[in-house]
C-alpha cells in the first residue's frame, strides 16, 4: 500500500533554533495534514493543507504543500520547549473521500 | 466541548478475553474511525463508519468489530483478545469531506491496551 516516510526520525535541537522536517511518498496526495502528539494524548491538528503549492501558517508553525504533490514540509521557528512531542504527516491520495495515510512520526526534543 | 472522548484510558486483558472500547464525540461529526498505533509505525485504520448505522472495514480489521448505533458513538469490541493487539487504539471523528477536500480527523486521547 502507499507509505509516507518522514525525515528526520528524531532531532535535538536547543531552545530558540528553527526545527524543519519533511514527509515523502511516491505517489500523489490531494491533501496533507500536519498533527502534533504529547505524551498520553492524541494527535491535535496543526496545519491543513489542500493545494500543491500552499504555504499555511499557524503562529510559529509553516507547512507547505510541495509542488510534486509527493511531499510536504513542516517548519517551527524560534522552537520552544513546549514544542516537545512527536510529528505527524497524513495524506489523502484519493480525489475524494478519507483514506488518510500517515506517516510514522518525526520526534523532537528541545534542550534548554 | 469534549471533542473526542474515549473510556477507558488503560485496560489489561489476558488472551482471549473480550472487551469494548468506547468513543464517543459532541461535535456532531458523520464520520468516525478506529487506530491503532504501534512504535515506529504510523496511525493504521482499523473500521470507520460515514453514519449511524453504517461501518466499513479499514486496512488491519482482523480481530475487531464495531457499532455504530447511535451518531455520536463509535464501539470497538475485540472478541477474543491476542498479544497481537497490544497497541494504543486511538478514536477520530471528521465532518463529511469536500467535494475536492478531505475534512481534517479530530482524535481522542486514546486507549493503551496490553493483552498478555
Request: glycine fraction near 10%; proline fraction near 6%; aromatic fraction near 10%.
Given at each position: ?112 | ?18 472487551m469494548t472500547l468506547l468513543c464517543a ?7 468516525m474511525?478506529w ?12 473500521h470507520?463508519s ?5 461501518t ?8 475487531y468489530n464495531v457499532s455504530r448505533l447511535k451518531?455520536?458513538n463509535f464501539l470497538l469490541g ?13 478514536c ?25
Amino acid at each position: 500500500g502507499q507509505q509516507l516516510n518522514q525525515s528526520p526520525q528524531s532531532m535535538f535541537i536547543q531552545e530558540g533554533e528553527d526545527v524543519s522536517m519533511n514527509c515523502t511518498s511516491s505517489s500523489i496526495f490531494n491533501t496533507w495534514l500536519w498533527y502534533k502528539q504529547d505524551p498520553g494524548e492524541g494527535p491535535v491538528l496543526l496545519i491543513a493543507l489542500y493545494k500543491a503549492g500552499e504555504l499555511t501558517s499557524n503562529g510559529r508553525l509553516t507547512a507547505q504543500f510541495g509542488i510534486t504533490r509527493k511531499d510536504s514540509f513542516l517548519n517551527i521557528s524560534a522552537s520552544i520547549p513546549s514544542d516537545v512531542g512527536i510529528y505527524f504527516c497524513a495524506g489523502q491520495p484519493d480525489n475524494y473521500g478519507q483514506n488518510f495515510v500517515f506517516g510514522p512520526g518525526t520526534r523532537l526534543s528541545v534542550l534548554p | 466541548n469534549a471533542g473526542v472522548t474515549q473510556t477507558p484510558k488503560f485496560r489489561v486483558l489476558k488472551t482471549g478475553q473480550s472487551m469494548t472500547l468506547l468513543c464517543a464525540q459532541d461535535m456532531n461529526h458523520e464520520y468516525m474511525y478506529w487506530y491503532r498505533q504501534d512504535p515506529g509505525m504510523g496511525l493504521r485504520l482499523i473500521h470507520y463508519s460515514v453514519g449511524e448505522g453504517t461501518t466499513a472495514k479499514g486496512e488491519v480489521p482482523d480481530g475487531y468489530n464495531v457499532s455504530r448505533l447511535k451518531k455520536q458513538n463509535f464501539l470497538l469490541g475485540l472478541e477474543s483478545a491476542a498479544p497481537s493487539q497490544t497497541s494504543v487504539y486511538f478514536c477520530a471523528s471528521s465532518l463529511i469531506p469536500g467535494r475536492t477536500r478531505a475534512s481534517p480527523l479530530h482524535f481522542g486521547n486514546g486507549t493503551r491496551l496490553t493483552v498478555t
